[in-house]
C-alpha cells in the first residue's frame, strides 16, 4: 500500500470496455515525485490524501480479478500532513 495525493482527472476517451466508466486520477507519493495513474474505487476529488494498492490486489479492490487495474485507489485519508 502506498499513500498518495490525488492531483487531477485523467480524461481518456478511448478505453477498453472492461476499465467500463471507473474514473482515472493522477496521483504522486509526494511533490516533486513521478505521477501514476489510479482507477477511482472509491470517490476521491483532487487534493485528496488516499491509500492506494497495486498488483493483484489492485485488480480485485477495482471489481474483479480481471480487472485491467494496476493501481486502486482503496480510501481516503481524513487527516494527513505530508511531513
Given at each position: 500500500?502506498?499513500?498518495?495525493?490525488?492531483?487531477?482527472?485523467?480524461?481518456?476517451?478511448?478505453?477498453?470496455?472492461?476499465?467500463?466508466?471507473?474514473?482515472l486520477?493522477?496521483?504522486?507519493?509526494?511533490?516533486?515525485?513521478?505521477?501514476?495513474v489510479?482507477?477511482?474505487?472509491?470517490?476521491?476529488?483532487?487534493g485528496?490524501?488516499?491509500?492506494?494498492v497495486?498488483?493483484?490486489?489492485?485488480?480485485e479492490?477495482a471489481?474483479s480479478?480481471?480487472f485491467?487495474?494496476?493501481?486502486?485507489?482503496i480510501?481516503?485519508?481524513?487527516?494527513?500532513?505530508?511531513g
Amino acid at each position: 500500500m502506498k499513500i498518495c495525493q490525488v492531483e487531477k482527472t485523467l480524461v481518456s476517451t478511448n478505453r477498453i470496455k472492461e476499465l467500463g466508466h471507473r474514473p482515472l486520477l493522477v496521483v504522486r507519493e509526494k511533490a516533486g515525485g513521478p505521477r501514476q495513474v489510479a482507477v477511482d474505487a472509491v470517490g476521491c476529488i483532487p487534493g485528496d490524501w488516499v491509500i492506494c494498492v497495486g498488483s493483484s490486489a489492485a485488480r480485485e479492490a477495482a471489481g474483479s480479478k480481471d480487472f485491467p487495474s494496476d493501481f486502486t485507489i482503496i480510501g481516503i485519508i481524513d487527516h494527513w500532513s505530508e511531513g
